[in-house]
């Protein structure tokens, strides 16, 4: 079993798994999806659950949404671990469903944790008793429901899909396991400066677990031998993480040291630098799809017609990193940049656009030549909207007629 209803926290158990709150005051982060008004948000406080799938990336609240919903529901809850449970403990839970259904009319809530590692046989068997009531399933999933979750159970759920945490919503989680006398280090004195807990929600990813895992190994470490008067440094934390050759502030001139080497890397058309510097950037804790969208910009600024393949590239990069996020996505984006960094370069595009914003700025007072112009009224027809206009495809010869005001004519601004 993961957990059961009013289940208490176990105090020797790690602080991530103490400071799992379990009401919506002690949640952070997700407004989007459980944000006051939202529709899970209302299905849970009005106890009127229909079965969900919590799809996100590890430490982000898909089994504290559970927890909540186990300590807020008047149903019975029970929970389960994919990886350790399997048909057998599913018909006992399913016995006991049906049980409490005929003596009280409750029904139960099922939590499965990483429900994608149950196989199609055991997904099978659980479908009938969600189909006919006798079982609320709620779901947590790390992989793309999609492809892990067998179609017939996926259309019968709801699915939430729960992002990264930001750097904002960690230090939230982190200054309330700081001050939580119960569960936290509330009764400590520890002296830990704001930006050394800012570095710790950089470099925890959008983690949870990971920031409150680092902090209280840090603590863990100076307070051995120092009880009253602990101080938590930056080195402490990086150290805690074991990321200290790889950290970079992602506020600081290093980063954009970093993201500078991969740009010229990839114009100097240095497939091995790119790796390099990419590599630097995302095991440092940069954003995957902030170095997406920076390839995305040089595909076109760089290369442009070129080879204008290389968007495609880039594009499809960053909507791998959106999709499946950090780590499957790095070698996306190694594709990416090593793409752009052996393709032929040219910023035709790149100058050719400022050129002709800078004609905009200045010409911005000239009309849309009236043969160019829409006529969707009768008024606007007759005053000569559209007259004289060429429909191109109507024509076997090339038609020549003018595309920019008398002012512009023959400007070029793609000439090399």
């Known amino acids: 079993m993961a957990f059961i209803k009013n289940q208490t926290t176990n105090q020797t158990a790690p602080l991530a798994e103490r400071m799992r709150p379990v009401n919506f005051e002690q949640f952070f982060g997700q407004e989007d999806v459980v944000g006051s008004g939202k529709i899970l948000r209302k299905l849970i406080e009005n106890d009127d659950l229909a079965s969900l799938i919590f799809w996100g990336p590890p430490g ?180 805690a993480l074991q990321r200290t050759h790889l950290v970079f502030d992602k506020k600081g001139e290093e980063f954009y040291n970093l993201i500078s080497a991969l740009h010229k890397s990839m114009r100097g058309s240095d497939p091995n630098a790119v790796l390099y510097w990419l590599a630097r950037m995302l095991e440092g804790g940069a954003d995957p799809l902030y170095v997406a969208r920076r390839v995305l910009r040089f595909a076109s600024e760089d290369i442009g017609m070129a080879n204008s393949e290389a968007m495609i590239q880039a594009n499809a990069a960053y909507d791998a990193c959106h999709k499946i996020g950090f780590p499957e996505c790095t070698v996306h984006l190694a594709q990416a940049v090593v793409y752009c960094a052996k393709s032929q370069k040219s910023n035709l595009l790149y100058r050719a656009y400022n050129a002709a914003a800078e004609d905009a700025k200045n010409t911005s007072h000239l009309g849309v030549p009236i043969h160019l112009r829409n006529a969707p009224t009768k008024f606007m027809k007759n005053i000569g909207y559209g007259k004289d206009y060429k429909y191109n495809p109507e024509y076997d010869e090339p038609v020549v007629q003018d595309y920019l005001p008398e002012q512009l004519k023959n400007r070029n601004y793609l000439k090399k």
Request: aromatic share 4%.
């Open 60 to 239: 982000v609240g898909k089994t504290t949404l559970a927890r909540i919903i186990a300590e807020q529901s008047k149903a019975e809850f029970c929970g389960l671990s994919a990886v350790m449970s399997g048909k057998e403990e599913l018909k006992k839970i399913i016995g006991q469903a049906r049980e409490l259904l005929k003596t009280s009319g409750r029904r139960m809530i099922l939590f499965i944790d990483e429900i994608h590692r149950w196989n199609k046989v055991q997904q099978d068997a659980l479908l009938p008793y969600v189909e006919n009531g006798e079982i609320i399933l709620i779901g947590a999933t790390t992989e793309n429901p999609s492809f892990e979750i067998i179609g017939a159970l996926l259309s019968r759920s709801r699915v939430f899909i729960l992002r990264h945490l930001s750097e904002e919503d960690l230090i939230k989680i982190i200054k309330q396991a700081l001050v939580d006398p119960e569960r936290g280090f509330g009764n400590f004195k520890i002296n830990i400066a704001d930006e050394t807990i800012g570095l710790l929600s950089e470099l925890a990813g959008g983690d949870a677990r990971t920031a409150l895992n680092g902090l209280e190994l840090a603590i863990k470490v100076k307070s051995k031998n120092n009880k009253t008067n602990i101080q938590i440094s930056s080195e402490d934390i990086k150290e």
